[in-house]
């Protein structure tokens, strides 16, 4: 089992910065690929960005590509989530989710656990 709580989200204005925040409990978060969703009010899920369970390899949503970037403490057991450049159509409830290893998907179905999410608003 995985426990994850994200934090770090909030209100912005456009242009600005976040770091979210992923701490996971349970002893196999080393060896699982990590990953960002969003969810806009009245949109589907979508993936953000990834990181597989080394760290060595990250990957992005085109539409934040250049802006955000994801990296993994192990010791910490934590993923976080900088993101820059912030736009209004980033306003989302940003969520954690920690998948199999080797995977480097994105598609929801491939994570098995989920925090509760937390909330990005960015004004313009």
């Known amino acids: 089992q995985v426990q994850l709580v994200e934090s770090g989200g909030g209100l912005v204005q456009a242009g600005g910065s976040l770091r979210l925040s992923c701490a996971a409990s349970?002893?196999?978060?080393?060896?699982?690929?990590m990953a960002w969703f969003r969810q806009a009010p009245g949109k589907e899920r979508e993936f953000v960005a990834g990181v597989t369970w080394s760290g060595r390899t990250t990957f992005f949503a085109d539409s934040v590509k250049g802006r955000f970037t994801i990296s993994r403490d192990n010791a910490k057991n934590t993923v976080y989530l900088q993101m820059n450049t912030l736009k209004p159509e980033d306003t989302a409830v940003y969520y954690c989710a920690a998948g199999v290893p080797g995977g480097a998907s994105a598609l929801p179905k491939d994570y098995s656990y989920w925090g509760q999410g937390t909330q990005v608003t960015v004004s313009s």
């Open positions: 349970g002893r196999t978060f080393s060896n699982r690929d």
